[in-house]
């Protein structure tokens, strides 16, 4: 299904009815990554998951994608989609950094988040010199640099060792992203501000979901991450590395379902 939103036809999945649960994917993925979430948490909510513009079937378009940028094309789809709702927000790692920008934007629109696999912290001078050479690549060689480098990082080594199919469906939809999408994505990644000075502020219900081995963003920084959110509950994930909603579906939704469950309801 495809809505304009900002003048661009984005592709999205729209499932289930009542409040509003909105999905969004990392990088360089797409909202396939949401498959095992789809069905199940739309017997609590109305699920939807946007391709963001340069993943998926969203369009191909010149970047950067900044964090604002990706945060304004989700309050436009919302408001496509006539969702006048507070929302649940849900970003994976780089869909993480759009819902904090999302909160600095539109905190009136949020009912509340589930950061997972993410950080507050913006790229260190490192981060962002590893962001270009990244960006250079994908220019001079095409997206397969990115994505051998990214696919033994994203899995956690059990999930690699036990789980092959997985490890092929999730480098099979890192590999439907352009190269113009990756450049794109890096860009806007490496100029997103540092949040952590906002976690104190966050006054909505939140949920801090986190895989044991995240090889990307290590355990310790998303627990600090939590402790600083006032009234967050932080779960982890065992056996599952950046992508614990693909490695550990089940447990994953549970603790989703039980938290959207317990939302006040308004
Ligand atoms: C992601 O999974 O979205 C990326 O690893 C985020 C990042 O590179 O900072």
Redesign the pocket.
Known sequence: MKITVNGLPIAYTDDGDGHPLLFIH??PLNRQMWAPQVGELAKVARVIAPDLRGHGESPRLPGPYEMDLLASDMAAFLDALAIKKRIVICG????GYVAFAFYRKYPERLRAMILT?TRAAADTTDGKANRDAMADRVSTMGIMPVVDAMAPKLLSPISLKEKPDLAKKVSDIMQTTSAEGMIGALMG?KLRPDTSGMLKEIQVPTLVVHGADDQ?VPLQEARQMADKIPGAQFEMIPLAG?LPNLEQPELFNKLLMEFILRLPSS
């Not at 994976?92 to 869909?95: N, P, T, V």
């Open positions: 990392g990088f994976l790692s780089m869909g696999a990644m990307i950046h």
